[in-house]
């Protein structure tokens, strides 16, 4: 019995960690951020090791790692609030077209070459029933489509089909969220031809159940960022002749978001393996841990702010892109509200 | 990321399944006390099959199995799963045997471990004072050496069992010249002894689950002392650390919450069951994110007992804090989804669970303080798990501007 990561675990987490800590520092992000450059050379790198293709078997050129490491993956791209596709296509996408069959793309999109993002917009709930297809033809419209750059999308109908469409036949209008080092967008259909992939909604299910035990990861890495730098910042910061870090309320801020954030290290950890093992309650525990690390990173996001002080209002130290992150993650792929609806129909507490 | 147990513990486990089929029967029934023999049959039975006292020494009464923390952890598992009575595990059994085993004399051991473990022998912890609580190593409860006699004066709060417990083991000032962590010592002496008052401490359930303890010039034999003299705090340390972790443990967390499951699919209110009603499920599911957050972070601890290289200090920290606010959380939701019902407490005929949820929902608002207080609980955390200093001493300087 071992309830933790292996030595192959631990030495991914660690280089994808080194990697990030030298090509994705607080300056790039902010560049990134405002829109300067692009995230091309970064997601490249990723690749390089792997990471792009870490649900995508060998034989079409992935690492064919599972969910736990991919859980591991995020939680270190949350730390670093590195942008890319990582949710979209390395995660969602791969998985669903692994799992359709559909695995002609797969080769160059574990290379890093080829993005497919996710327009999932109509099984989530956001507007429902806003996209048509006649004629594999697409018409319509599908809000918060991730991530903006990609090559084709993978567009979900209320029914349960999904579509790949090329982004060359769509419209794709940027919106401005608050999270700015994810970039999502608008797509508008009109009559766009469409390649249909599957019509089973259990898999669109398990995909989005795939996407939210990653984002719990990413929100805990982000979180763990926001502690660390509160209390690294309240052992530097003096007031009346000590560090704030020595007064009892601050160090009381900081306890309440460890003692928070640290079971949620096992939890995602589980989450992911139970996808990996097949598990019963895999979809449950998926929900739970979005859910459950929607509200203990908002509570971090805000906590951590604080012990900042004024300063942590400021874009001077940049902590509030780890803020923005942890409330993008939040509400993307369904709100602790909805996630947790979902919750209690898994396990039959309701309709 | 393995969370299979190996064929051994399967085979285990089909022995533990198979004890609890043959003997559940003669476990004791709700009403048999602390005192009854159904409670002491009991006991023999769980010591001689290996399901308590496990890894204490045949020599001393117990099993004497090797520590295995997956055989334990299936043990519960099991008895958890039918409900199945564990035993007597009062203070002797869970902190005073493994500090006999650990510091008591030979003499010591043979005397008082085995009647102990087979609840013959009921202890009470002498601890925490008026003026002791969280900084409890400013105890003042004094014993001075006269010829072969310890004479103890003092007070002690906080003694549950104190009424129905033989013996005491207990914390005394014995040496008041030295710093105040090594001026403490560890005694042993029976409750009947002259000079002991005990008044029970009724506290907001309405029970007197604690009580308070005086001492006038109690006598005890000088070689009713674990370890040395002065040593008391090393030998008290060594297990208050176990009790932390075991007030509020995430299986007895995840039975209640299912406890709450119950509760809301069989009760109605204006007609509605419960679990129709969306913003009480939230709730529920609110907290059972919670639960398994702390149930994952116990694999993980249960792991690292077995894999020592994994680091897991902060993770074990955290354990008290969360779980004591975690399952006083529960029990509120348990009171609210039933309404005006949940008002009820004792002999009210509409109770639910015996009045469960109320008593409870206080209950661990007293074990919220009790242990190390949340705020306690919080220094540690922060000072031990994320390297942040501690309170500074008030120098004399400022302490004189303040006076004046």
Partial sequence: MEFGLSQDQLLLDDSVRKFLSAEVPLDAVRSLAA??????????????????GVLIPEAHGGAEMGMLDAVVIAEALGYAACPGPFLSTAVMASFLLKEAGATDPLASMATGEYRVGIAFSDVIGARKGQVTESDSKLSGQSLFAFDAEADAYLVALADGQVLMIEASEVTRASLTTIDKTRSVCELTFDASPACLVTEDMALVKQTILRGRAVQAADTLGAAQYMLDQAVAYSLERKQFNRVVGSFQAVKHMCAEMASQLEPCRAFTWYAGHAFDEGADDAGLTACHAKAHLAEVGQFVAKTSTEVHGGMGFTDLLGLHYWFKRIGFNRQLLGSPEVVRHEAAVLQGLCD | MDLTYGADYDAFREEVKAFIREHKHRQPQPGDGLRSQALKNWQSVLIEHGYHSRTVPRDYGGYGAEPDIIKS??????????????????????????????????????AFVSPTIKAEIIWCQGYSEPGAGSDLASLTTKAELDGDEWVINGQKIWTSTAHHADWMFCLVRTEPDAPKHLGISFLLFRMDTPGIEIRPLVDMTGDANFNEVFFTDVRVPKNQIVGERGQGWQVANAVLGHER?????????????????RLMRE??????????????RDRLMRLEGRVLAMQYNDMRLLSAKINKNQDVRLAKMIVKLIGTELRHEIECLGIDVMGEIGLSYGDNPHVKGLGSWQYQYMFYLGLIIGGGTSQIQK??????????????????????????
């Avoid at chain 2, 598992?77 to 409900?83: I, K, L, M, N, S």
């Avoid at chain 2, 902190?95 to 004399?105: A, D, Y």
């Avoid at chain 2, 972790?245 to 499951?261: E, F, I």
């Avoid at chain 2, 955390?381 to 004399?396: C, D, T």
């Fill in chain 2, 245 to 261: 972790g075991s007030l509020a443990t995430p299986d007895a967390a995840t039975n209640r919450l299912n406890g709450v499951k």
């Fill in chain 1, 35 to 52: 829109g300067e450059g692009s995230d091309a050379s970064v997601w490249r790198g990723l690749a390089d090791m792997g990471l792009a």
């Fill in chain 2, 267 to 280: 009760e109605s209110i204006s007609g509605q069951p419960i679990i129709d009603n969306p913003v009480f």
């Fill in chain 2, 73 to 110: 952890r299936i043990i519960s598992e099991e008895f958890g799963a039918e409900r199945v009575h564990r035993g007597f595990n009062g203070q002797g059994v869970t902190m005073l045997t493994p500090v006999l085993l650990e510091m008591g004399t030979e003499e010591q051991k043979q």
């Fill in chain 2, 379 to 404: 220094n540690i955390i922060s000072e031990r798990g994320l390297g942040m200093p501690k309170e500074p001493k008030i120098s004399a300087a400022e302490k004189a501007v303040k006076g004046a």
